[in-house]
């Protein structure tokens, strides 16, 4: 009874709300919830392949679209929180979006990109039967605490899996390693990892937070570091060392026009894979969504192509043609991990002098303490620049950055207005050559305003 009410209620709120062009909201469902309170398990049931869930503090987004597009390759109907809605309300309304009125489901399964703190709720409510976790990073922490206190929830929400639940865990990520000691018996851990020492980095980047053992505290040792704190690596003092994953990517091939290019060794041989989004963290997501998707039983052939036609998700990375043969290349970042990784993709070809935009806005949802970009390793830059201009509300800020990062400061130019920056940069960017823009969040939602005056963009958050 309450059920049916929730549905509907939902429902109508969703109708009300897509009509007056605020579709992809959480408010349904959190209506919902509050008529029945378990209505995500209730729905959730009636999926009959169940449910799938990723979670991690990068890439989670991208990820879950691979998964969700090597699984519609192979004709599975995925019902699927496509806006970044990953708070329980937000699932919630994912699902009375695809219900009928009666609660019937379209979808053959769910499956969830869901945020850290949810992850516990989620997963009693949602009782996924495949459980994707990426990595864990010191982002966001100012929402949700120590990283410590996130692994432990993690941990103890592990402790409660039923039997016969896959957890597909990153071996190169420590936390994923020691999350999977939690698991309890019938449930079945499937690592995936990397294995190509010419990509390894030659230290820790200033943004690691996992180098000391989770286990007894002690300095751990890296053979190979490949993003942040990922990478292989032992403790010295007790027996806490990186697994051996089932699934290894070798031989990668990295393009920011092509994307990236590997091979994945499979428990059933190797798969040639090719993803059509750039960035060595695109393969650690590009490697979980196959070892995941072919621990479903999906055949190869789906993995392959589904990764090969999948497109960035919003705001990612995404390349804009202004003729001339110049383009516009966008990398949204929101954390030092991530942007020490495009940064490294960007300085990939020592070759090439950049020429850069960085748009740093301290808005609420960008975070309102910058003093994260000191995180940032700016100076692998140095002398890679033909030039970078800042832009947004922080642009003096970001250019005093770059100035201690050893950046020649005739190289250095900034104006707060993101329009008339992004102009400045735009004219004095030659031809056959790609303007590079790293925008926080909110600065990115400003840009593709800009942008789409310009007639530059098509509108993003469409269903
Ligand atoms: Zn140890």
């Not at 290894?248 to 041989?269: A, I, M, N, R």
């Not at 650690?284 to 993995?303: D, E, F, K, P, R």
């Not at 929101?334 to 740093?360: C, S, W, Y």
């Not at 600065?443 to 993003?460: C, D, H, N, S, W």
């Amino acid at each position: 009874m309450r059920q049916t009410l929730a549905i509907a209620t939902g429902k109508t709120l969703l109708e009300i709300l897509h009509r007056t062009g605020r579709g992809g909201t959480a408010f349904p469902g959190l209506v919902a919830t509050k008529i029945a309170p378990h209505i995500l398990r209730d729905l959730t049931a009636r999926l009959p392949g169940g449910s799938a869930m990723v979670i991690g503090t990068n890439g989670k987004t991208t990820t879950t679209r691979l998964f969700a597009t090597i699984l519609e390759t192979a004709g599975v109907k995925v019902a699927n929180n496509r806006s970044g809605s990953n708070l329980i309300r937000g699932l919630t309304s994912t699902l009375l979006n695809q219900a009928s009125l009666r609660g019937k489901l379209t979808a053959d399964m769910g499956l969830f990109e869901v945020d850290e703190a949810a992850f516990p709720q989620a997963q009693a409510e949602i009782q996924p039967r495949l459980i994707l976790m990426n990595n864990l990073f010191r982002d966001q922490l100012d929402r949700y605490g120590e990283i410590d206190t996130i692994r432990k929830r993690w941990a103890e929400s592990i402790k409660t899996l039923a039997p016969g639940t896959k957890l597909i865990l990153n071996a190169d990520d420590p936390s994923m390693a020691y999350l999977a000691r939690f698991a309890p018996e019938g449930v079945k851990t499937v690592f995936f990892g990397l294995d190509h020492p010419p990509l390894a980095l030659a230290k820790l980047a200033h943004a690691v937070d996992a180098a000391k053992c989770i286990v007894c505290g002690t300095n751990m040792v890296y053979d190979a570091i490949y993003i942040s704190h990922m990478g292989h690596y032992h403790c010295p003092n007790c027996d806490f060392r990186r697994p051996d994953p089932q699934f290894v990517v070798k031989e990668v091939k990295l393009s920011v026009s092509e994307g990236s290019q590997f091979v994945l060794e499979t428990p059933d041989g190797p798969l040639e894979l090719k993803v059509g989004v750039p960035g060595l963290y695109n393969v650690y997501n590009a490697a979980g969504a196959s070892a995941a998707a072919l621990s479903m039983g999906i055949a190869t052939g789906h993995v392959t192509k589904g990764l090969e036609k999948f497109k960035s998700v919003f705001g990612r990375i995404e390349r804009i043609a202004l003729g001339e043969g110049r383009h516009l290349l966008l990398a949204l970042v929101k954390n030092p991990v991530g942007f020490n990784e495009v940064l490294r993709m960007l300085t990939h070809d020592p070759a090439q002098k950049l020429k850069m935009m960085v748009i740093i806005n301290d808005l609420y949802a960008d975070g309102r303490d910058v003093s994260w970009l000191w995180d940032v390793d700016f100076e692998v830059l140095a002398d890679r620049l033909g030039w970078v201009q800042t832009g947004g509300l922080r642009a003096t800020d970001m250019a005093n950055r770059l100035k201690y990062a050893g950046i020649d400061p005739a190289l250095i130019s900034w104006e707060e207005d993101i329009a008339t920056s992004l102009k400045l940069a735009m004219d004095r960017l030659p031809a056959n050559e790609t303007l590079y823009i790293t925008p926080t969040y909110t600065a990115m939602l400003q840009l593709r305003e800009i942008l789409q005056k310009m007639g530059l963009v098509v509108p993003f958050w469409e269903e």
